[in-house]
């Protein structure tokens, strides 16, 4: 039997996000009505048991737990509809990465050893989550989550888009060290061979170390928005027993 890991930040008004995405979600007032004004509705017209309740909510491409699309950096790239299913579900690998810690850079040598601590080899077709701890610091202390962050260097994103993987997820939220406005990580992964070949990113993952086996499946699915950047997903690992 397989056992199933929530790597999803609970989607709340109040949540960390990335000052470049806005505020949001917005859970729109007045479109949640509780179940006994939902019943009034029916009531007096044959079913008086009978409440039926539906919200509107107003949120970005890219806050809370997502996946980016290349055309979020290359004109060119491909919309987050045109991404496959399968190119954000399969085989994974989680890499313990915490030791770099604020505004630390990771790179190829930081994901070598932290490989090798895992006893794993990152292959063609991983997603590769990155377990920094930055997680911890929420919901307490969004300055430190937002603007302290480590992320990875431009060589350690080259080191993961040379092995080909399919996705690279992080419990940050971005996968460039905070303040780094030049991007270097999302310039590699979604635009050096793009349109053609790139690595999609996951942001704002949670609980990548409750995860009880280094080599698990990842599960990233993002919805079929049309023309998107960005989706929100709820992430989660299978694990084997």
């Known amino acids: 039997m397989s056992q199933l890991i929530d ?12 000052p470049n995405h806005g505020r949001s979600p917005l859970f729109l007032s007045g479109t949640r009505m509780n ?7 029916w009531r007096g017209k044959g079913v008086d048991d009978l409440s039926l309740v539906n919200g509107f909510v107003y949120i970005a491409e890219h806050n809370g737990t ?5 055309f979020h950096l290359h004109p060119d790239g491909k919309t987050i509809d045109e991404i496959g299913l399968e190119e954000c579900h399969g085989p994974a690998v989680w890499l313990d990465v915490s030791d770099v810690g604020p505004n630390g850079e990771i790179g190829p040598e930081v994901l070598e050893e932290a490989a090798a601590d895992a006893g794993v080899e990152v292959e063609r077709g991983d997603s590769v989550l990155l377990y920094t701890g930055w997680d911890d610091y929420l919901p307490d202390d969004e300055a430190t989550y937002l603007g302290d962050h480590p992320g990875l260097s431009a060589a350690g994103a080259e080191w993961l888009f040379e092995r080909d ?7 940050c939220g971005n996968v460039d060290i905070a303040g780094d406005v ?7 992964l979604l635009r050096e061979g793009a349109p053609d ?3 999609l990113i996951v942001e704002n993952l949670r609980n ?4 009880p086996s280094h080599r698990f499946v990842f599960s990233a699915t993002p919805l079929p928005l049309s023309g998107a950047t960005a989706s929100p997903i709820r992430a989660f690992a299978v694990v084997d027993d």
């Not at 790597?7 to 990335?18: F, G, P, V, W, Y």
């Not at 179940?35 to 509705?41: L, N, S």
């Not at 997502?66 to 290349?70: L, V």
């Open 165 to 171: 993987v399919s996705v690279v997820g992080i419990d």
């Open 182 to 188: 030049s991007m270097p990580a999302h310039r590699v």
């Open 208 to 211: 990548i170390d409750d995860i």
């Open 35 to 41: 179940h006994e004004q939902a019943e009034d509705t």
């Open 197 to 199: 070949s790139y690595t």
């Open 66 to 70: 997502h996946i980016d699309a290349p």
């Open 7 to 18: 790597l999803t930040a609970e989607i709340t008004e109040e949540m960390a996000n990335h």
